[in-house]
């Protein structure tokens, strides 16, 4: 049965490839309250297909090669496995209660989720879809980032404040960092050098260290016109030669576009309302951002980083992931 | 003094890591280069908290209003289960103690009696009177107080402590919440009936206050006496039907209808029951609150799960206040990395300070008073209506600022702590 939709699903992959411009990507969005994921042609920048999924869907991602979306569907307690050729729900994963963000490693094998109501980080085997172990972390799991040569996780915690490391050979803490108030997001340098972690109501970026395991910087934004509570950063980004960082800015309707080595902000880019995710292209010409109140994401160039152009998905734009290929 | 409860809250956090086969030990092994801070992550230290409560059985109009019998205790559990989970990763081990006296008893020797058992941080749901009887002594020997219950504004004026931070937001805090949604609506004009009890009468004042703070009017206000008669069952809905739209038809005509009946007298009665068909607001209809058992904005659903897994009902105002008051004691622990009630102090009233309480931005403490800046709820009884300060209402600090008595009007003039 497997096979069969394995081989079903490389067929419509050819198709889809033939039908489509040769830098069309696909992007999927999670709406958070109309439990839907919205197919967005990256090119015509159109909505192509609505899938109708689980309860609450936050968290998405995508296999290394494009077959599978991995979604959270976290008032269903479940990880969705979605075919990419013909957007069928076609399996799940056991995720623990309430996952509401998780990380690939980079080897495509493992995923690892933040159970938020339970304290949890739970590592599950893609291959066998078994749970390997869970690791207890602080209140309110939430941000999950991976180093790019695999060996490291963070994990924030939103009440407990920490960004904590675990090592993905023994899955033990060994470092706990203090950042400040609601850490939304980890994301490392391609070098494996940094993370940064963003604390949503702190409304700083906190650059940890990765040897030190120290805050080596904090990144603060502020927008004239606004009131630095609104500033609240959600999602980062980083470019792959590791020279701009993008960072969403909540309610302060914006992303911030952040050199990485010296962590001057160099500019803000108005996007919709409440912008909480981001996702690079995999040509990584375009940055789109969910857009949560307004119901919508915004394509961003980063050669220039001016938006382009906003397009209306479902409800509550969550998480956002862009097709490998 | 009354019945005295006091127990030791258990610790759900080593259940939870042993069910889940990986034990605290293994999580916090030191690797050579981390040996230094695993060391202080091994002495464990404790940070005893206190609960001290005035209790007894209340009625209210509605048996659904009717206050549960650990209203705040179950919030102050639920922070001091946050505070654990954190603590496991810094060697911090926090333990709640509860102590319940009759509303009108001496607070001192139960007070005295948490305090000499190591009691430190007192979370204190007492009336205004209890709470300043304690005060000093609390200052004294050194011990901080969370005031989880009382809206006096009194507290934070003219009685107003260094030693007392307040998470319970003031009645005029409530009372401007809600005044700036009703203007935001431009519906200015207002009738007051309030209760024949003090606090219905502090209310009242809130609400007077509001008014003329943001361009609403009270047009006419009446007075509905307490006649001593049981509360629930005596009138029955028929009496109470003909009865409301007689008592509010010599009203001129208004846009909206306020109550102050903190006392459970009228209150609920009002709604639906007016002469002229006009919405209620105060304390019946729509109510200003520090927290909704409906709010899952701002990662709300996140504590609302979490309290009613816990304690198997919602999450109520005054659970929050002592959730956030359990907190902070965390969060000032977590960062001094201290037990010392002097530390958390100095590092609770600097301005590195801030809490973060499911409200859509950071909360912080008025310097000049000690009490925690907060949005209002505006809720129906169902679900979340608004949340205040509004917009357009604006303040040169915070416009968190703009509720309740601001810095320029206070009678507040502490010395240094």
Known sequence: ?325 | MGSSVPYALTLLIPVLLAASGVSVAVAQEPSPALAAKAARAEQVSEIKLGYLRAYAPELALSVLDVPPRDEGVAGAKVGVGDNNTTGTFLGQKFTLDLSEIKPEADAVPAFSAMVSKGALYILADLSATQLLSIADIARDKGVLIFNVGATDDRLREEECRANVFHTAPTRTMLADGLAQYLVWKQWRRWVLVRGSHEPDRLFADALRRASTRFGGEIIAEKEFTDTGTARRTDTGVVQIQRQMPVFTQAFPDHDVLLVADESEVFGTYVPFRTWIPRPVAGTAGLIPSAWHPASEQWGGTQIQNRFAKANGRRMLSKDMAAWTAARIIGEAATRTQSADPETLAAYIRSDDFSIAAFKGQKLTFRKWNWQLRQPIFLGDGRSVVSTSPQEGFLHQFSELDTLGVDQPETKCALTAP
């Open chain 1, 1 to 325: 049965m497997l096979q069969r939709l394995t081989f079903l699903s490389a067929g419509f992959a050819i198709v889809a490839s033939i039908a489509s411009p040769a830098s069309a990507y696909m992007v999927y969005v999670s709406n958070e309250k109309d439990n839907t994921v919205t197919v967005v042609d990256s090119t015509r920048k159109e909505v192509v297909r609505t899938i109708n999924v689980g309860q609450r869907p936050r968290g998405i991602t995508i296999s290394h090669d494009g077959k599978f979306i991995y979604l959270c569907a976290s008032d269903d307690d479940t990880i969705e496995i979605i075919d990419t050729a013909t957007y069928e729900i076609v399996g799940s994963l056991p995720s623990g209660p309430d996952p509401e963000l998780f990380v690939l490693s980079p080897d495509g094998k493992t995923l690892y989720v933040a159970n938020e109501d339970d304290n949890l980080v739970t590592v599950i085997d893609l291959e066998s879809k078994s749970v390997v172990t869970e690791v207890p972390v602080g209140v309110e799991p939430e941000g999950m980032g991976i180093s790019p040569d695999g060996k490291w996780l963070v994990n924030t915690s939103e009440t407990t404040n920490m960004a904590h490391f675990i090592d993905t050979a023994t899955h033990e803490i060994t470092d706990n960092v203090l950042v400040d108030s609601r850490p939304r997001f980890a994301e490392f340098k391609p070098d494996n050098s940094e993370v940064w972690v963003s604390a949503e109501i702190g409304g700083t970026v906190s650059v940890i260290d990765n040897a030190s395991r120290e805050v080596k910087h904090k990144i603060t934004f502020e927008i004239p016109g606004l009131r630095s509570e609104s500033i609240q950063p959600v999602g980062v980004r980083i470019t792959a030669d590791g020279a701009k960082a993008y960072v969403a800015l909540g309610p302060a309707n914006r992303v911030a576009v952040v050199d990485a080595k010296t962590y001057e902000v160099e500019k803000y880019v108005l996007v919709g309302q409440r912008v909480w995710q981001l996702a690079f292209t995999p040509d990584q010409k375009t940055i789109i951002s969910t857009n949560g109140v307004s119901n919508d994401i915004t394509f961003i160039d980063v050669a220039t980083d001016e938006a382009i152009q906003s397009v209306t998905v479902g409800a509550l734009p969550w998480g956002v992931v862009v097709h490998p290929n």
